[in-house]
């Protein structure tokens, strides 16, 4: 029972404590650049986006996509 | 914006909340802009939980078999070059509203993708052990008909053998 219990306490801070892993595909002059001025000036934003810099918004293939949620990604965000 | 909503729908097919893919915009002088969309974002996909367990979505082991199938049917040549014409078609059109893209990646690539994901998935599934009709369109999200329709050219090619409704993959093919 006390096992139980702590399963199931152990679940809810699993599901309190949930950190999404998103990656996000930034295009180099718009949303990268927009990042790094967010950092810059201090704004405060979540830390789960992994971020990978594309040269374009438009060299991203349905193939990453895909490929970053078989991986594990809970999410994926798309800057351009 | 055709290959976002392509990947959206192929992964709605393949029972993952299409929600969890966003497109957003945001220049590099809206750094407030930026902050607010990942703050959203992040946030939106906290409510909705570890990936397969949102509402309507499969199990994760099965995500992962039909997402790996999914990645290989998106490199597939018959979806690319649905992909490229509809591209043409909407530039020859000038019509790039939301309903036009949407409609024509359900007509055009979904179907293709959908075929080619599902024959390949059920090439994975029969790797391990022969496996009948239902339980290929139960693990696949097919319909028998559609699977009866993707497995007979590969039945055809003798890469596959069936015997009444049992599929089995021929080895070394």
Known sequence: MAKENA????????????????????CHWCCYAAADSAGVSRYQYPPNVRVIRVMCTGRIDARFVIEAFRCGADGVFTGG | MIVTEASRQLLEDCGVDSDRLALEWASAAEAP???????????????????????????????????????????????????????????KD???????ISQGVR????????????????????????????????????????????????????????????FSLVSGK
Do not use: H, W
């Open chain 2, 94 to 100: 000038g019509d790039y509203s939301k309903e036009a």
């Open chain 1, 7 to 26: 399963v199931a306490k152990e679940n809810e801070m699993a599901q309190e404590g949930f950190d999404p892993k998103i990656l996000g595909f930034f």
């Open chain 2, 107 to 166: 007509e055009k690539i979904l179907p293709a993708m959908r075929s080619e994901r599902i024959g390949l998935e059920a090439r994975m599934i029969l790797q391990e052990e022969p496996k009948d009709l239902d339980t290929l369109c139960k693990e696949t999200g097919a319909s028998a008909e559609e699977l009866e329709k993707i497995m007979a050219p590969m039945v055809k090619k003798g890469t596959v053998s069936r015997e009444n409704d049992t």
């Open chain 2, 33 to 91: 802009r930026f902050v607010e969309l990942i703050t959203g974002y992040v946030s939106k996909i906290k409510e909705k939980g570890p990936i397969g367990s949102g509402k309507g979505e499969v199990p994760l082991e099965v995500i992962e078999r039909r997402l790996a199938a999914a990645v290989k049917a998106a490199g597939a040549r018959k979806p690319r070059t649905r992909l490229g014409n509809l591209a043409k078609k909407l530039a």
